[in-house]
């Protein structure tokens, strides 16, 4: 594998995806139904790792999803992901969900998710991809993170596995 | 009106706005149901009729959508949508949807149109919007060729009305 | 194609095709979604289009998609959709909307659009139709407009190409 | 109640209601999902109860729901439904689905179901609703028929509520 | 068919299946869509069906669906469903439905209603399905009363094919 | 709150909630949306979290979820879901996710996940739940494995934040 060439985050990234929120996006409590948003991060997410590995994707787990604050009725959500670290054949990819008044233009963090998807190859065994190239700092800053919760659930697993 | 600030088109533009197709997106001749590519359509002009007037805006009219290819199962969709023009209350966003095999980066053009939105104030009454400006030679030819199709459809409507 | 026989307006027609609104058709302005009804007319001028040409259809075109009035909820839309005129292997369909209240039967007008379908035979090519026989004064009037529309769309497509 | 005028069945009935079977309408067995098709003639036979009854109408019961064959990909399904006949603030509604060729034109029955809504006032209590005049052969079989139904369901709820 | 041993009614049951009520499930007089509920309590019918046969299984009737209370905003709906006899390849399945308060835990009756299933084999072809053992004195009930059931709903057909 | 009564587990969990496959649940890979699953778990994890707390409840954050194989068409999901441990208003609720096939019966596991749900008052602002009292010794271990996890995520986040 040593001569597949590294891809910047530039070649992946989805920014500033809209989605302008209808009533039957709704929950019972009236804001805006988490399920569909996660659901919509993994849609969008596939798109990342496909773009990135060239190859067919699954989702193979879905870390610190964090809701920072409901969505609400005429708000329009604003999707942002992109490929922070490769391990071999799998990769996480960050999602954040902002909410857009698009009266005002203000926005709003509402979530927070990391995805690890792992690429397939035609027998749907995992297939190696490409090292990933951060070129900002916030993309260098995302590169070290991603191992830091990479050891973070490798040892909650250990913990929980030698019970 | 006339202090009203005029706004670029980048203002509210989107771009390369992602869609993976699955196979619930497919008509009875298993290409994607070209109804729902219509629909999407005009859920993104309105996000970007709703940026550049900050107002809310409702469809008033379609013109000249033109299906040149099938999208398929397993294509990623990509709209871009922008504001070509404003003529008092009303605007006019043209959509481009293209289909990207996730897997190779090719692309194709899959449908072209064209959306008026009118704004309203808080009486549900239609309001002006800005003047947009347009910053490319792209945007520029976008700019002009609006008001050809405009004149295009007042001349059409005539000759059917005196008959 | 000189003996496949004409066929009447009446053996493809829709008429008064109901669709009772619920409250997941709404937009985010709480009056019902244009792009519903637009896939919903797509939808229904495949039939017309299937049912004239005995063949498989697709949607090429869709020009001068007018919304009228605002469907709200609790109404009863009412879609009517026939064909205009065929060249070759297009047709034109005209759709008209309207929306009921069903507890007076009072209606009003909510959407015209025009769509253009393209008869396929095995290969995917494109095959002659049948022409259409207008029968009455109104479609007649129809049939003349529809070539009209065809006249206006390419004398404005060529000032476009030329520029 | 015995100036409200009674209607003919035509004030109310829907005939061949079109819907293109798409693929995202499939059950695990690849045919048409019944409970679809059941929820489509609900929401049908709500619009010819409140057609008749000018009220709001909720489904009461629903009896004898056939299903004929099933339908498959490709098919226009065909929804017809008339109100058979009412007592007091009740209504049956006769419902009979068929499948269309759209390239052949056959059509074969796919289901037939009985609907009983009942009119509510503002108050949400049941409203004495017109008598129904049926004026063909086929509308008087139904009429007589919707009696022997009706008879048949109290005999035998009789019978299960004395054990 | 002699050695297909029977089943108990626990081999198949569906308990206390739960569904939180969304905005997105109401109909036009903002009660949960009667449509809906049936359509769902078909997908669960043919779990119990698949799961009683061991066989692919389709909906042949539904009898007697009864709306007792509508269901609203904001209730979880409870979904009870068994198997209470079996005739050679069909099985007749009862439906229960109740709406549950969440914060309260009550719980009201929504409706009921008797699926009748049939076995198809690998050629579409009905085929015989193992006897039912109902073990409660409530399985017991709804085993004899099934039988009432039919021969109610044949004696009805009867009626009306005579005519 | 030393007066609010500890719940058993068994007062809100839910087990196997079944869903039947059709083609419309699966991703362009053929195999069923990942996306679909987790929010399924979601909209079944609040009715978990609203019957023990008998509040409003609000996603917080999802950990954890591990898809450990494919679901196919056919397959029945068998859903999961019971309430691991409360700390103040929040509570962890564990999500096991099971494929049957429903004509051998034959289950595998699909999915894990842990969701972290907050209980709100009438003001929107956390309020305090009751303890739950693990029964058995699989309740237990997952009441123990909670804290693990939930350190583990503190841990993690505190080397994030201190960078």
């Known amino acids: 594998m040593s001569e597949m060439p590294a891809k910047p985050v530039s070649a992946s990234v989805i920014e500033k ?3 302008k929120v209808f009533p039957n996006d709704m929950n019972a409590h009236n804001t805006v ?32 999803i964090h809701f920072r604050a ?3 009725g005429n708000d329009t959500l604003l999707f942002n992901l992109s490929l ?3 391990w071999g054949s799998s990769m996480e990819i960050g999602a954040r969900v902002e909410a857009e008044n698009s009266y005002t233009g203000d926005t709003r963090h509402i979530l927070s998710a990391f ?3 792992v690429a397939l190859d035609e027998n749907d065994k995992p297939v190696d991809v490409p090292h990933v190239i951060p070129e ?3 993309q260098r800053r995302r590169f070290e993170n991603a191992e830091i919760r990479r050891e973070g659930r490798l040892k909650t697993r250990e913990k929980l596995s030698s019970r």
Chains 1, 2, 3, 4, 5, 6 share one sequence.
């Open 17 to 19: 995806h809209v989605y």
């Open 33 to 64: 139904f988490g399920g569909m948003i996660m659901a919509k991060c993994d849609r969008l997410a596939l798109v990342v790792a496909e773009r990135h590995s060239a190859h067919v994707c699954v989702t193979a787990a879905v870390d610190s």
């Open 70 to 72: 409901p969505a609400k």
């Open 84 to 86: 922070n670290r490769s």
């Open 115 to 117: 995805f690890t998807f």
């Open 136 to 138: 900002s700092d916030e």
